[in-house]
């Protein structure tokens, strides 16, 4: 039949061309091997062989210096001894502290992993939140989560700021560097106010000290990916791994993040029951950023007029053309909305229920949940967040809002240039309420101003060719093209 010649002309590639190890057990984490398969097309980005090649790596370097090895056990005596000779010990780590949203949370916990990948580090997660709940373990024969007995959890915790004396931005600041007397470990503080000297750690001559210390502790909220390009030497590597430039977090996200049993149900069950049966379907994240967040007409207002302007939905037939003939087989399209406030599918529903469309399509919406209010670190509901996310990404088309972490995440994954939705200035509609992405990639927020050092002082958005701003934030802001 029809069906069974289309599945054999595209066979489910389960390791995503290598991307992924063929070392672990289906049944522990369902989603790592069946996920390809409920992509309604396979992604026509492949991973390069440098790229899988340096996971193969990587994965064995994760074994021999993970947590239970003798070597860890070796870096983490430096670390209680608070002292270190540089004894050029052959593990080094860069621990990811959780904090912030998931959609903050998932694109910082990929940019650690690509520094890792890039310096020979590896990384440990902090559990203490919910992330065990979140994601199965993505390196085979070991563990990436930081152990709960880790020796200076506490100080992390309290005193792990600006202000920390080995706080790397603040030592650049206080002239603190003293490349002869190597500390255990150091302080990457890279959130929404960082400095531009702690943003910068990736740069050649930053990372001549930082290399060497083995132990990294970062805290960040920012997807700082697209500014490890400004250093030569990741540069040419980097061109290396992901020649198609704009597909990074696309990669290496289906490689690194994968959901757990518990969520992977609720993504198959919802999948489905609304999205695998019809002809098309259509994505769309309503987020609202303001102290009053809720509905509001304006916003309904611009993902509708965003929505048919782009041709995403059909307008409404005008009364006359409602004396129409319905096709038997009418086209069949989903809308999967995801959005803290239930109004926005709501409104959606009723508009296409209420009065037939203009192109005979039929248009069902549908909208998982509807939360209210955000609740990080709540079990069950970050757990329908990130099954949101991942359903969005399984839709044909996205629109996405502006500057939102979550909607990067989910059209990242999926390989999808989104329509971003812009973000409104006060009640008014922005005009034209929405631009298509030349990029899949997620947008670095709060990037530093300036390239390393040959390129200090030039604005960053100009150092590198494919690195540009971003556009869905009026100013700064770079992304990967
Ligand atoms: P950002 O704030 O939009 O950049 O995204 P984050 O994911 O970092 O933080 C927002 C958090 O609010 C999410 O992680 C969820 O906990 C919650 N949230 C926001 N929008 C949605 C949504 O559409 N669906 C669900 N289930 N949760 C959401």
């Known amino acids: 039949t029809n069906v069974e010649s289309k599945e054999s002309e595209t066979p489910t590639d389960k390791l995503i061309g290598g991307l992924l190890t063929a070392d672990f057990d289906e049944g522990s984490c369902s989603s790592r091997y069946q996920k ?52 050029n010990g052959e593990c080094r780590y860069i621990v990811w502290i959780a904090g912030y949203g998931l959609g903050n949370q998932l694109l910082t916990l990929t940019s650690a992993f690509l520094y890792a990948l890039l310096t020979e580090r590896i990384i440990l997660v902090d559990q ?7 994601l199965c373990e993505p390196f085979p024969g070991t563990s990436w989560l930081l152990p709960l007995d880790f020796p200076i959890v506490k100080q992390i915790d309290y005193g792990y700021n600006k202000e920390y004396s080995r706080c790397y931005g603040t030592m650049v600041n206080n002239h603190a560097i003293n490349s002869t007397s190597i500390p255990p470990h150091l302080y990457l503080h890279n959130l929404h106010d960082s400095r531009d000297e702690d943003k910068m750690f990736f740069c050649q001559k930053d990372q001549s000290l930082i290399d060497k210390v ?95 302007r782009e041709k995403l939905l059909p307008e409404l037939a005008t009364q006359e053309d409602s004396k129409f ?15 803290l406030y239930p109004e926005y599918s709501d409104n959606l529903k009723n508009m296409y229920w209420e009065r037939p469309s203009s192109t005979g399509e039929i248009i069902q919406v549908y909208q998982p949940s509807g939360e209210r209010v955000q609740q990080t670190d709540t079990k069950a509901h970050d757990q329908k967040a990130l099954a949101e996310i991942y359903l969005l990404s399984l839709t044909d088309n996205i629109v996405t809002s502006a500057r939102s972490t979550f909607g990067y995440v989910a059209y990242s994954l999926g390989g999808l240039k989104p329509w971003l939705l812009y973000q409104p200035t006060g009640d008014a509609t922005p005009d034209p309420p929405c631009v298509r992405s030349k990029s899949m990639e997620p947008c670095y927020l709060t990037p530093p101003s300036h390239g390393c050092e040959a390129d200090w002082g030039k604005n960053s958005g100009l150092i590198v060719p494919f690195v540009k701003h971003c556009e869905d934030i009026m100013y700064g802001g770079l992304k990967l093209y």
């Open 36 to 87: 390809t398969s409920l992509y309604r097309k396979p992604s026509p980005y492949k991973p390069s062989e440098y790229l899988v090649s340096k996971l193969r790596k990587y994965e064995m370097l994760h074994k021999r210096c993970g947590p239970g090895t003798e070597a860890y056990k070796k870096a983490t005596e430096h670390l209680v001894h608070d002292e270190y000779y540089g004894s």
């Open 128 to 134: 203490r939140k919910d992330i065990n709940d979140l």
């Open 214 to 308: 083995p132990w990294l502790i970062i805290k960040s909220n920012v997807y700082f990916v697209p500014s490890l390009w400004f250093n030569p030497t990741f540069h040419t590597e980097l061109v290396k791994l992901f020649p198609q430039k704009d597909n990074v977090f696309h990669h290496l996200a289906r490689y690194l993040l994968h959901p757990t049993n518990q969520v992977w149900g609720m993504v198959t069950r919802y999948y489905h029951a609304h999205l695998s049966k019809v002809d098309e379907t259509l994505g769309i994240q309503i987020r609202v950023f303001r102290q009053d967040a809720g509905y509001f007409q304006h916003v309904m207002d611009q993902v509708v007029g965003c929505t048919q």
């Open 325 to 339: 003939n319905i096709s038997n087989t009418p086209k069949l399209k989903s809308v999967l909305v995801t959005s």
